[in-house]
């Protein structure tokens, strides 16, 4: 069975600002994102620390882009990484996945990437550690 193609890569973890609604928050939620791996972006938003910066790259994301990631919030992570798709993750292409990639120097991912991937292959359990601190 092929691993899932975003693993391998976590480019997007490392080339755009994820800004959310800060009820999205431990501070409002007890299963959302733990507030202290965010910072304030305004009065009602939030955002992931590192990726708003120079280059960002976002403090849940751990191991080396290209080659093996995982987030270490996964399962807490906010709405616009739940809702960033890669590209034919679901049978369509997305045009800010293909570009981060090729930016990076990855090919854009084809269907044949996500042949036989499980559609939850990523970790989530509690024995992963917890995001290091920006």
């Given amino acids: 069975m092929a ?3 975003c693993l391998r890569c ?15 928050t431990t501070e409002d939620r007890p299963d959302g994102v733990p507030v202290e791996l ?12 590192g990726t708003d910066c120079d280059p960002p790259r976002c403090v849940a994301l751990f191991g080396t882009l290209k080659e093996s990631v995982r987030c270490a919030i996964y399962d807490r992570r906010p709405t616009p990484c739940r809702e960033f798709e890669a590209s034919w993750a679901n049978g369509q292409p997305n045009e800010r996945c293909d570009r981060a990639r090729i930016d990076a ?4 991912l084809t269907p044949d990437d996500w042949r036989d991937t499980p559609q939850h292959d990523q970790p989530t359990s509690p024995e992963h550690p917890e995001p290091r601190a920006a």
């Avoid at 976590?10 to 999205?24: D, I, K, L, P, T």
């Avoid at 965010?38 to 620390?49: A, E, H, I, Y």
């Avoid at 120097?105 to 854009?108: A, E, I, Q, T």
């Fill in 3 to 5: 691993a899932n193609p």
């Fill in 10 to 24: 976590g480019v997007c973890c490392a080339r755009f600002r994820v800004s959310f609604y800060w009820r999205e």
């Fill in 38 to 49: 965010t910072d304030t972006l305004g009065p009602f938003r939030r955002v992931m620390k």
């Fill in 105 to 108: 120097g990855l090919p854009p």
